[in-house]
């Protein structure tokens, strides 16, 4: 009888042992495999792909590859235009070894807008629905930055101004010819910037704020709140005017009217620089 039990002990105790192996055995491969598939997971989301067919063999479990478009693209695309080609960032740090590949969610949000700016027009003028003053998506509500040092950002478009039109940065509030205007802003370092520009007719327009005029940008109780000593006068625009292009399209800031006249005649000047 006690032999019995002594054998009885025996063989459970090799059950057990049996078992434990088992489980370290299997319990490390499975951790294994969840490791290389988390990995991959990461990689390939980050990366923009999720099919898992696309990753042909074990030997790429971990590594990380570009299969799609990074955030870093959609970022670049928003901020600067730039196209990318499908699977043409790598995130390998192998090969980025000290350039960044992406940016965070937060950053890639700031750049991503909805709309255009809008007119800055709150008042109705008509009974008859449809106006301007109908429309104010909330989204696209003028929205300024004052940078304190010179400059003034836009929100929505994400352009750098300079700010007070008697400033240097301004030419000290002195007219120049179009061509002269073009140098002075290529030429132009201010607020420890030095790749300021003219604006195109758009980028000039996008300041308006056709709910004020004399001059036609925000007001805080009838003074200008970002863009101070705006003269009530023309401004140039790099762009020409195509159907005589001895003339470059210019806004007037008295009331935001928009028009053409000959490169000769001198204009004030507001530079632009593509804001981050």
């Known amino acids: ?3 019995k039990r002594e054998v009885k002990r025996g063989l459970v105790g090799l059950v057990m042992v049996v078992v434990v192996v088992l489980v ?3 319990g490390m491969d499975l951790r294994l495999q969840y490791k290389g598939s988390l990995e991959v997971g990461l990689a390939k989301c980050f990366a923009g792909d999720l099919d898992d067919s696309s990753v042909a063999n074990a030997s790429s479990l971990g590594t990380p590859q570009a299969y799609g478009y990074t955030l870093e693209d959609v970022y670049q695309r928003a901020v600067a235009g730039t196209e990318a080609t499908a699977g043409g960032h790598s995130l390998d740090p192998s090969v980025n070894t000290t350039v960044p590949t992406m940016h965070t969610i937060d950053e890639l949000y700031g750049v991503v807008k909805k709309y255009l700016p ?3 027009q709150t008042t109705s003028y008509t009974a008859t629905f449809g106006e301007d003053h109908d429309y104010n998506p909330a989204g696209a509500q003028p929205s300024y930055t004052d940078n304190v040092d010179g400059t003034i950002s836009d929100n929505l478009t ?4 300079v700010k007070d039109g008697n400033s240097a940065g301004c030419n000290s509030g002195v007219t120049l010819t179009w061509e002269a205007a073009l140098s ?7 607020a420890t910037y030095s790749d300021w520009r003219l604006p195109n007719s758009r980028e000039l327009m996008s300041i308006v704020d056709y709910g004020e005029y004399n001059p036609s940008v925000g007001k805080t109780a009838g003074t ?3 863009f101070t000593n705006t003269k009530t006068s023309y401004y140039w625009s790099s762009t020409t005017y195509a159907y005589s292009t001895s003339y ?11 028009g053409g006249n000959t490169k000769t005649n001198a204009y004030y000047v507001r530079p632009v620089r593509a804001g981050q």
């Open 1 to 3: 009888m006690w032999r």
């Open 24 to 26: 370290m055995v299997f």
């Open 118 to 120: 809008d007119t800055g």
């Open 158 to 161: 994400r352009l750098m101004w």
């Open 184 to 190: 002075f802003c290529e030429n132009l370092t201010y």
């Open 224 to 226: 200008p709140t970002y």
């Open 248 to 258: 470059a399209w210019y806004v007037r800031f008295y009331v935001g009217r928009v």
